[in-house]
């Protein structure tokens, strides 16, 4: 079974508003890690945010949050105040067990164009 | 600086050559990945090296070879691909330190590699 489901193959959104992109989740363990990534048309994976599953507050990181509903198993992404530069594909990824190197477990991603 | 690089960028070969892809990460970090991301597919992980020692391959052909010689640096051998191992390989490192909630992972810009 898929760990990491993205059921939003692309996205749109119009300049300055706000869009929520969606992640579920599936794993047994209590310790776990949530992320965010962004992955421009040049490759790199560029680190967003990120949601422990103990952490009781939802993370934010500027304009990027992440709405975290542990009893849904969901991580969704919400970014504010779109920019185009927020064009590229967003992907999820979790791992399980917060210590030491561990596998990262990421979706399909979503493909974001932002439009002006 | 970037964190992490990788070279080269771009990769074309033939299907009898030898090639090895480069990762060096200059975040003072003990773990490192290879990943692979084919088009439509979430990517793979392919092995991880903490603190030098292999303790990860996840069911990789024997056609793809990992070297770590040291913390900072990683290699991927390659010899006798096949057209369908053409993809983006990442490399990323993260810190490998038994402490919660810090095992981000941070990429490189990727090589993407062409099998003919």
């Known amino acids: 079974a898929q760990k990491i489901t993205q059921t939003q193959p692309g996205m749109f959104v119009q300049e300055k508003e706000a869009v929520t992109l969606d992640c579920t989740y599936d794993?047994?363990?209590?310790?776990?890690?949530l992320f965010w990534y962004k992955q421009p048309s040049s490759g790199e994976m560029i680190f967003l945010i990120y949601?422990?599953?103990?952490?009781?507050q939802n993370a934010t990181e500027g304009r990027y949050s992440l709405n975290f509903q542990k009893a849904r198993k969901s991580a969704n992404l919400v970014i504010s105040a779109s920019q185009l530069g927020d064009s590229a594909m967003y992907f999820c990824a979790m791992r399980e067990g917060l210590t030491g190197a561990n596998n990262l477990f990421f979706g399909t991603g979503t493909r974001l164009t932002v439009i002006p | 600086e970037t964190g992490v690089t990788q070279t080269p960028r771009h990769l074309v070969m033939g299907m009898t050559n030898k090639k090895s892809l480069k990762c060096e990460q200059h975040l003072g970090h003990n773990a490192m990945y290879w990943y692979k991301q084919s088009a439509k597919k979430p990517l793979e992980l392919m092995f991880v090296?903490?603190?030098?020692?292999?303790?990860e391959n996840n069911s990789v052909p024997s056609r793809f070879s990992p070297e770590c010689p040291n913390s900072s640096h990683l290699f991927l051998h390659l010899h006798t691909l096949q057209p369908e191992d053409s993809a983006l390989y990442l490399c990323a490192s993260s810190p490998g330190r038994l402490r919660e909630g810090l095992e981000t992972q941070y990429f490189g810009p990727g090589t993407r590699l062409l099998v003919l």
């Open positions: 949601q422990g599953s103990y952490d009781e």
């Open positions: 090296y903490s603190l030098e020692e292999r303790v």
């Open positions: 794993t047994s363990d209590q310790s776990y890690g």
